[in-house]
Structure formats: structure tokens, C-alpha cells
């Protein structure tokens, strides 16, 4: 089946390091549309962000459920990202500082960038889930500090949103899979990318 041609402005994806959506349909539908609720790893719609209780709550859309993770569990046209496959690998050095760029079709208000990565002994023959993932962010980037969404610069004309933020990865060996969430202020909603990780030394 050939990929859905569309070209409606569908948010964002992780380009640095590269993600697998961005290889797997090299930018295109549906790369920039893996939407779904926020605050993973929580499963509840309509929980309230924990430093800014007055953005909007998550949903109406729920988080991805296990084995959609990839996927972001939204686009059927997304689908083939959660097949248990020999994914092609980025090359990390363990514990490096490394700038991740996020490219965007269509911006909004950021509230952060949560980024997660699979636990040591994972199984890399079994679907992402859950308890394939450390249950707490490596790390966690805020463009901004704690205001209101209202108090930010208008999205489309937020040069903050193009810089790419640079992040410690944890100290790992061999194959493991970085989460990035990207978590939307003024929406109930984020956007889901994996990163396939050849971590050295």
C-alpha cells in the first residue's frame, strides 16, 4: 500500500538525532503526525500538567497504548513504525551531550520535551511498551520557564522553537530506544518519536 499523500501542516518530528519515522518515510506523511495525549506514561485523558495547572488538560486524544508507542497509536498510515524489525541504528556515544532538533510543519506552544529510553535487559524482540521504558524522563528540556501559555510568543513566530536543545544521554551499551515526547501547552496533545540507538563507548 503507498503512503498517504497529504499536505497539511502535521506538527512535528525528531530529525537530530534521527528518529525513526524521519528515516522510515524520510520526512513525509506521516512524520510529523504521530499526535496523541500527553503526559506518557500515564493512560488517563483529562489529568492536569503538574508545574502549569492552567494549560490545558490531556486529551481528548488518550496516550499511545503498548505496542503503538511508535506509532504514537494515531495514524493507521503509521503503523509499520511498531513492527518488531532490525530498525536502522544512530550512533551515540554513551553519556554524550547531544543536540536534539526537532522540525516542525506547523509549531505550537511547547510546555517540554520529555525524553525516556529503555531499560538495561530490554527486549528488543518484543513491542515498545511501557515496561520496556525507565518510567522516569532522562531528561526533561522547558523552552520556558513555568508561565502561562498565553504569555508565550505566538508559535509560528517563536525562533526558541527552532534551536535545538542539547541533552546528556545516559551511560548505556549497545541497542536501546530513546522516547521523545513532545508536550503541547495550549492542547491536550503530544507528538511521539523513537530514536533506534547504537550506543558506544
Not at 132 to 161: G, R
Amino acid at each position: 500500500m503507498k503512503d498517504r499523500v497529504d499536505v497539511t501542516p502535521r506538527h512535528g518530528r525528531l530529525t537530530h538525532p534521527r528518529s525513526r519515522t524521519d528515516i522510515e518515510f524520510n520526512g513525509g506523511w506521516p512524520s510529523n503526525a504521530l499526535e496523541a495525549g500527553k503526559f506518557f506514561p500515564a493512560t488517563r485523558i483529562g489529568l492536569t500538567d503538574p508545574d502549569v495547572p492552567t494549560d490545558n488538560p490531556s486529551g481528548p486524544k488518550p496516550v499511545p497504548p503498548d505496542g503503538q508507542i511508535a506509532s504514537g497509536g494515531s495514524q493507521p498510515e503509521a503503523a509499520r513504525l511498531d513492527e518488531v524489525r532490525n530498525w536502522p541504528k544512530v550512533d551515540l556515544r554513551s553519556g554524550a551531550e547531544v543536540p536534539f532538533q526537532w522540525s516542525f510543519s506547523a509549531k505550537h506552544r511547547t510546555r517540554r520535551y520529555n525524553y525516556f529510553i529503555t531499560k538495561e535487559g530490554w527486549d528488543p524482540q518484543a513491542p515498545l511498551s511501557r515496561d520496556q521504558f525507565e518510567p522516569e524522563p532522562f531528561a526533561t528540556y522547558k523552552p520556558y520557564d513555568d508561565i502561562p501559555h498565553w504569555e508565550m510568543p505566538e508559535a509560528e513566530h517563536d525562533p526558541n522553537l527552532d534551536k535545538p536543545h542539547t541533552i546528556k544521554v545516559p551511560e548505556r551499551s549497545g541497542y536501546h530506544v530513546i522516547l521523545g515526547v513532545w508536550e503541547v501547552a495550549d492542547t491536550g496533545h503530544a507528538f511521539y518519536q523513537v530514536i533506534d540507538v547504537n550506543f558506544t563507548q
